[in-house]
């Protein structure tokens, strides 16, 4: 039980990280070795990053990109070495289009840390009228 709630603490400690779009708070969220993937990539898993230096760049990335992006309807649980987070992200896209997107995480801890982040969104299609 102490395990687990230590990675709900760290659940949260990383979404209010990203909420303030705080960069140093969510790499200390993650094991040195962590590893970060993402929903987009040219491989089945997207494209991963791993350690602080190349999850920086990724989370950076996101923000620079998306630099009003907003995650609300914000849930998560633990169990055990396992977590998941569902989440309502909101954006505008370089193009100026308004997103909205379902999403989740899936999360494996190791020692009160994110071992691995594996995130995953819905793809929207606007149908014509």
């Known amino acids: 039980m102490a395990d687990e709630a230590r990675n709900r603490e ?3 400690r990383m979404a209010d990280g990203f909420a303030r779009r705080d960069v140093e708070a969510i790499l200390a969220a993650f094991c040195d070795d962590g590893v970060f993937e993402t ?3 040219p491989e089945p898993w997207g494209e991963r990053f791993t350690g602080h230096a190349e999850i920086r760049t ?3 990335g996101v923000f620079s990109t ?3 992006i907003r995650f609300e ?3 998560g649980f633990v169990c055990g070495d396992r977590g998941a987070t569902e989440w ?3 954006a505008t896209t370089p ?4 997103m909205e997107v379902r999403g989740c995480d899936l999360f494996t801890f190791r020692d009160g840390k994110v071992a691995r982040k ?6 929207v299609l606007r149908r014509k009228a």
């Open 39 to 41: 929903s987009q990539g």
């Open 73 to 75: 309807d914000w849930s």
């Open 10 to 12: 760290t659940l949260q």
């Open 66 to 68: 998306l630099p009003d």
């Open 88 to 90: 309502t992200c909101h």
């Open 95 to 98: 193009k100026g289009h308004a």
């Open 58 to 60: 990724a989370v950076e």
């Open 118 to 123: 594996d995130t995953y969104f819905k793809q």
